[in-house]
């Protein structure tokens, strides 16, 4: 089992930044790639990010990239997304995700197996 503990949520102006945090624990040595997903107000869950854990391979959705950027340290077992260039529109709750196995495709909810309670980002206009 793998348990992931998001945090750095909050409240920002548009325009600002955040930076997230996923701490992961438990058979941490066995996963595959993490990623990041978020869940706005009455819209279904979407992908944001994933990185890969060896070889810190990395994608994102059209809507963050060049503002997002999504690292890893190894060392301490924890996932970032640096968040950047906020727009109200990235206003949502934010969730970590784990996948223990290679995938073909890792923008999908259904690739992974162990999630975060999640984080909230609220970007105000």
């Known amino acids: 089992q793998v348990q992931l503990v998001e945090s750095g949520g909050g409240l920002v102006q548009a325009g600002g930044s955040l930076r997230l945090s996923c701490a992961a624990s438990?058979?941490?040595?066995?996963?595959?790639?993490m990623a990041w997903f978020r869940q706005a107000p009455g819209k279904e869950r979407e992908f944001v990010a994933h990185?890969?854990?060896?070889?810190?391979?990395?994608y994102y959705t059209d809507s963050v990239k060049g503002r997002f950027t999504i690292s890893g340290d190894n060392a301490k077992n924890t996932v970032y997304l640096q968040m950047n260039s906020l727009k109200p529109e990235d206003t949502a709750v934010y969730y970590c995700?784990?996948?223990?196995?290679?995938?073909?495709?890792?923008?999908?909810?259904?690739?992974?197996?162990?999630w975060g309670q999640g984080t909230q980002v609220t970007v105000s206009s």
């Open positions: 990185i890969t854990w060896t070889g810190g391979a990395t």
């Open positions: 438990g058979r941490t040595f066995s996963m595959y790639a």
């Open positions: 995700a784990a996948s223990r196995f290679w995938r073909q495709v890792l923008n999908m909810e259904r690739s992974y197996d162990y």
